[in-house]
């Protein structure tokens, strides 16, 4: 998951090891010579690496990921060979990232994957425009809840035609 600083800045939740520390804190914008509160959330990190920092987060992005993690999860590293594909339908073209880890939530069973960009859920269909699917190390494309291709090629083409389908779709809505 990406929370956002106070500062405009963003923190991948999967590259921090523990949060050694959080203070809710309330602080004040001066508009017009008059004060307005807002609330704050201050917190301690640890990286992965090691190092330990402190920085502002938003709070509603802090309560998302409380949310997020109240439920049992299991992050585990990821065979080599395994890439993220995400086909952007505006640009016409995918990106491929390698999957680090698998995030598992024990509750419902459902799985998400850890790249270096990302650490939110990449399965996310909402992003309007964006399909994503999993490369396998034996070439094969599989998304979930839907269909596997037997190549990155034949992936391609579906998301070529896809969009063909969208089209016309809103084609015929139109007239």
């Given at each position: 998951m990406i929370l956002s600083t106070m500062t405009g800045g963003c923190i991948n939740t999967d590259q921090v090891r523990k949060v050694i520390r959080v203070d809710k804190q309330t602080a004040h914008h001066n508009i017009d010579g008059k004060e307005y509160p807002y609330p704050i959330t201050r917190i301690t990190l640890e990286w992965a690496n090691g190092d330990v920092d402190h920085v502002t987060v938003d709070p509603d992005d802090w309560n998302k990921f409380q949310r997020t993690f109240d439920t049992q999860q299991y992050v585990l590293p990821s065979p080599a060979g395994y890439t993220l594909l995400s086909y952007f339908t505006?640009?016409?073209?995918?990106?491929?990232?390698?999957?680090?880890?698998?995030?598992?939530?024990?509750?419902?069973?459902?799985?998400?994957?850890?790249?270096?960009?990302?650490?939110?859920?990449?399965?996310?269909?909402?992003?309007?425009?964006?399909?994503?699917?999993?490369?396998?190390?034996?070439?094969?494309?599989?998304?979930?809840?839907?269909?596997?291709?037997?190549?990155?090629?034949?992936?391609?083409?579906?998301?070529?035609?896809?969009?063909?389908?969208?089209?016309?779709?809103?084609?015929?809505?139109?007239?």
């Open positions: 505006d640009e016409r073209r995918a990106t491929r990232w390698p999957i680090l880890a698998w995030r598992f939530n024990s509750d419902n069973e459902y799985h998400s994957v850890v790249t270096a960009i990302t650490g939110f859920d990449d399965f996310d269909e909402y992003r309007k425009g964006v399909y994503n699917a999993i490369l396998c190390p034996d070439g094969r494309i599989s998304a979930p809840g839907d269909q596997g291709w037997e190549s990155e090629e034949e992936w391609l083409r579906a998301m070529e035609a896809r969009i063909e389908h969208e089209a016309h779709k809103e084609q015929g809505s139109a007239a």
